[in-house]
T-cell receptor
């Protein structure tokens, strides 16, 4: 079946540096992507999302880039802080625009990347 | 405050025993989901429900059962047929249909077999 995967399982950065976390997806039908942050022992928290009709979306200190040609998604965190240390997951939804579709709202998650920020 | 509440936070199960994990949401979301997370791994979908009184199997439904009698509640039962139940269980919900289909997660239940 289709899957979402991450290139790097761990990433260590110094406080103040920029971080880039990558994700490869294989389902060409996916048109909605989300990045989640999960702190130890807690549930994932929404960070930012992007639809396939966009190639870039910015939030507060975070930017998501989507390259549909190579099926690649990345999360950029500017001026990384110790509080950003967590596991980051990308997730895809095959067809959120298809009302009543069985996959509607059903997300497929990647393995996750552990981000460690050193003071 | 609106959100998803999972209980208990920690749960211990004896061999051969069924246990039920609670998930309640007051976000008025139609869809609810149960995921399993093993150490160092991503989330795997167990069951999901898009509407009351209806639910579908996810990728790893064997050994689990659910019910959706109320919109705000989606309990998960881990049965004795689940041979390796020790894991972190996450419940989520999302709006169906709608332009945003992000899932909102609870804080999880850590189940351990003793």
């Amino acid at each position: 079946g289709e899957s979402v995967g991450l290139h790097l399982p761990t990433l260590s950065v110094q406080e103040g540096d920029n971080s880039i976390i990558n994700c490869a997806y294989s389902n060409s039908a996916s048109d909605y992507f989300i990045w989640y942050k999960q702190e130890s022992g807690k549930g994932p928290q929404f960070i930012i999302d992007i639809r396939s009709n966009m190639d870039k979306r910015q939030g507060q200190r975070v930017t998501v880039l989507l390259n549909k040609t190579v099926k690649h998604l990345s999360l950029q965190i500017a001026a990384t802080q110790p509080g950003d240390s967590a596991v980051y997951f990308c997730a895809e939804n095959p067809s959120p625009g298809v009302a009543g579709g069985t996959s509607y709202g059903k997300l497929t998650f990647g393995q996750g990347t552990i981000l460690t920020v050193h003071p | 405050d609106g959100g998803i509440t999972q209980s208990p936070k920690y749960l211990f199960r004896k061999e051969g025993q069924n246990v039920t994990l609670s998930c309640e949401q007051n976000l008025n979301h139609d869809a609810m989901y149960w995921y399993r997370q093993d150490p160092g791994q991503g989330l795997r979908l167990i069951y999901y429900s898009q509407i009351v009184n209806d639910f579908q199997k996810g990728d790893i439904a064997e050994g689990y059962s659910v019910s959706r009698e109320k919109k705000e509640s989606f309990p998960l039962t881990v049965t004795s047929a689940q041979k390796n139940p020790t894991a972190f269980y996450l419940c989520a919900s999302s709006i169906v249909p709608g332009p945003n289909t992000e899932a909102f997660f609870g804080q999880g239940t850590r189940l351990t077999v003793v």
